[in-house]
């Protein structure tokens, strides 16, 4: 089969490999038939040493069952499934809990001999737990939308949940991207009445409107922090959503906060040496939270609003791709010329 890996910073191949197997009795295969560029893929599009093997990439994809091991009894073959961007278990006490993502057992794409999404096929680990039958077919026009809930959509949900965001809040939104703009959609969703989104790229920012922001800020570092205070009485957002992973959105969140509110982080971190001392969060009792989202805990909360179209994250979809454009599908989104590219294998 064809399989994407990564060789090095910038460094994309499609690669013909082996087809995946069922190697344990609890295994599933899946037949992808959607799958897509997350924005965490440039992190590694940046900065990956090259390497003679290259690693599998891509970790969210919707497809079909093919095969199961003799444990399997969730899923079968012809079934449309969702895969969340973390293999787990569903019965260790954290799954349990609701917290996929730190399953004893469990672990993410391209580790642990699964291969990635952006592949033709891929061996799903404990598919009992991992996948989540979608009741359509694999011509659905409603795929993109349900393609969303192996990453963007239940990240951007996270973000929403772990800050409590409740009805009458107000929240800010850093980062235009597509966890961004979907996080405004799920603040929306979960009754927050002020809604700051705070990006530059107008395309974007406009399709957050849409989703719900009532505000955009397209001013960075001190300027959008005041215009955020003067937006929000001049205390700052009771609920802050960090959607980007770099130092200054961290700082962004910080001077946007409001004294006793929350920040949550769904942006991969890239930074090690965010400040939490006196002068930032410590004094003015700030709740620092969010993390990676277990997403397979939102799956079956969100899917029906998708299924009869109350919502759409699907839009968050610019571009269709086939698996050998996936290399220009990658330059497209680190050049900023795409938001997020749906890939058709």
Known sequence: MRATFMYGAGDVRIDTVPD??????????????AACICGSDLHPYHSMPASAEGTPMGHEFIGVVEETGSEVSTVRRGDLVIAPFAWSDG????????????????????AGGTGGG???????????GTLVKAPVG???????GLLTLSDVYGTGYHAARRANVVPGDSVVVIGDGAVGLLAVLSARQLGAERI?????????????????ATDVVA??????????????????????????????????????????????????????DAPVGFSSLFG????????????????????PAILDGTVQPGKVFDRTISLEEIPDGYRAMDRREALKVLIRP
């Not at 995946?20 to 038939?33: F, G, Y």
């Not at 399953?103 to 794409?109: D, P, R, S, T, V």
Request: charged share 25%; glycine share 12%; proline share 7%.
């Open 20 to 33: 995946p197997v069922v190697q344990e009795p609890t295994d599933a295969l899946v037949r992808v038939v």
């Open 91 to 110: 019965t260790c006490e954290f799954c349990r809990e609701g917290l996929q993502t730190s399953c004893l057992h469990g672990g993410f794409w391209a």
């Open 118 to 128: 952006q592949a033709e096929a891929v061996r799903v680990p404990l598919a009992d």
């Open 138 to 144: 694999e011509d659905s026009e409603l795929l993109p």
């Open 196 to 212: 700051v989104l705070m990006g530059r790229h107008e395309d974007r920012t406009d399709l957050g409107v849409e989703f719900g």
């Open 219 to 272: 001013e960075r570092g001190e300027e959008g922090i005041e215009k955020v205070r003067e937006l929000t009485g001049g205390h700052g957002a009771r609920k802050v959503l960090e959607a980007v992973g770099h130092m200054p959105a961290y700082e962004q969140a910080v001077g946007v906060v409001r004294p006793g509110g929350v920040i949550s982080r769904v942006g991969v971190p890239q930074y090690s």
């Open 284 to 303: 003015p009792n700030i709740t620092l939270t969010g993390g990676p989202a277990p997403v397979r805990a939102y799956i079956e909360e969100l899917m």
